[in-house]
Nanobody, 124 residues
Framework: QVQLVESGGGLVQAGGSLRLSCITSGRAYVFAMGWFRRTPGKEREFVAAINWSGSNTIYADSVKGRFTISRDNAKNAVYLQMNSLKPEDTAVYYC??????????????????WGQGTQVTVSS
């Protein structure tokens, strides 16, 4: 069983930046990771994913060019650098682990480990 703990959320003005971090524990860190977000009244939305080595990443169209996912396998960590933030980016952001996969995926059903979430609020 993998455990995930996110940090780095907060309140920022539109156009600003935040960096989310997620630390995993519980098993060898050789699987794909992803970030999702959820706003009240909406379904969980895919944001970004990265393969086990960090050599391949995929993004939702809504964040492409503004967000960057990366990982540090020596620290069992994955990051989401968020730049040029918009009010519509306001959400609870979740780190997720796809422990049966090494390739990046945007499908939430392929993730079997989830963090508790961290709130990101972007003011206009």
């Amino acid at each position: 069983q993998v455990q995930l703990v996110e940090s780095g959320g907060g309140l920022v003005q539109a156009g600003g930046s935040l960096r989310l971090s997620c630390i995993t524990s519980g098993r060898a860190y050789v699987f794909a990771m992803g970030w999702f977000r959820r706003t009240p009244g909406k379904e969980r939305e895919f944001v970004a994913a990265i393969n086990w080595s960090g050599s391949n990443t995929i993004y939702a169209d809504s964040v492409k060019g503004r967000f960057t996912i990366s990982r540090d396998n020596a620290k069992n960590a994955v990051y989401l650098q968020m730049n040029s933030l918009k009010p519509e980016d306001t959400a609870v952001y979740y780190c997720a682990a796809a422990t049966r996969l090494t390739v990046a995926t945007k499908l939430p059903q392929q993730y079997d480990g989830w963090g508790q979430g961290t709130q990101v609020t972007v003011s206009s």
